[in-house]
C-alpha cells in the first residue's frame, strides 16, 4: 500500500512518496482473505535513465513490468512529442492488462475479486520529458494515461488517496490558486501531503517519505532525489506555519492583519 504524490510544477514535475512496503498473504480462512503479515522501508520513485521519474503503486511484479516497457521508449521521448512519443508504449500496457487478468477472472472463482484483482493490477506516476515539454502522467488501472494541465496539475495515487489528496489541494488552492508552483514548492506541497497521510493513520502507509524533481538544471532536463537538508528545511516550514496558525487561537476573531505573521511558501528555482 502506498501513497504517491506528483504535482506538476513551472518548469518541472515534484514527487514524493511514503516508503512502506506492506506484504501480504492469502489466508483461506480469514476475513478477509488477503492479511497483511510484514511491512519493511523501499523506495517508491526510481530515475529511468537521467530524465524520468516512475512511482508505482499496486503489485510489484505488474510495477516491473511497465518498467520494462517504459524503458524501451523513454530514449525517443525527448525527441517526439507526448502524443506519438507514447502511443506504442499506451497499446503495450493495455495488451499487458488484458494478458494479467484473464488468469485474475478464474482465480476469483476461488478467493474472490478483489484479493484477484489485486495481484493484476498497479497504478503510476510518471515524470518525462518530451519534445513538447516535461509532462507528469498517471497510468491508470486499466491503461488509459491521465496528463497534468495547469488546470488540474495534481496526481495523487495509493491507498493513502483519500487523506493526501484533499490536502494537496488544500495547499494548491491556499498558495498558488491562479499558477503553478516553482518546482521547489510542489516538493514542499507534494512533502507535506505525503506526511499528513502517514500523521492520519492511511492504511499501510508509513516509514518516512522520498521526495524528487524533475526539472532543468544546466541547460539539460534531470530527475533528482531531493536531499535530507532540503526536505529539513520544508519540515521546519512546515513546523512555522502550523505554529502560526495555532497563534490564531480564535479564527472567528482573525483579521486581514494577523495574514501577515503566516510564513509564505519559499519561492525556490
Known sequence: MTVIVGILCDGGVALAADRQSTHSAFV???????????????????????????????????????????????????????????????????????????????????????????QCTCECLMAANFKDGIRLIQIQQLGAFDISSQVSPLRVIGSGQFQADPFVRFLKNTFWPNRLPTVDEGVLAATWAVEYAIENGAPGVGFGTNAYSLKKAG?????????????????????AARERLRELSDLRHATPSDAGQVPTMPNGK
Open 219 to 239: 541547460g539539460k532536463v534531470r530527475a533528482e532525489e531531493v536531499g535530507e537538508d532540503q526536505l529539513k528545511g520544508h519540515r521546519d516550514f512546515i513546523r
Open 28 to 118: 483461506p480462512l480469514a476475513r478477509p482473505s488477503l492479511v497483511q503479515v510484514s511491512t519493511s522501508p523501499v523506495t517508491k520513485v526510481i530515475a529511468i535513465g537521467s530524465d524520468l521519474l516512475l512511482g508505482t503503486s499496486g503489485s510489484p511484479a505488474i510495477g516491473n513490468q511497465y518498467e520494462a516497457l517504459i524503458k524501451g521508449h523513454c530514449a525517443n521521448f525527448p525527441k517526439r512529442p507526448y502524443e506519438f512519443a507514447t502511443r506504442k508504449l499506451r497499446d503495450q500496457i493495455k495488451e499487458d492488462i488484458t494478458k494479467n487478468c484473464a488468469p485474475a477472472k478464474q482465480l476469483a472463482e476461488v478467493i474472490g475479486s478483489a484479493t484477484a484483482y489485486s
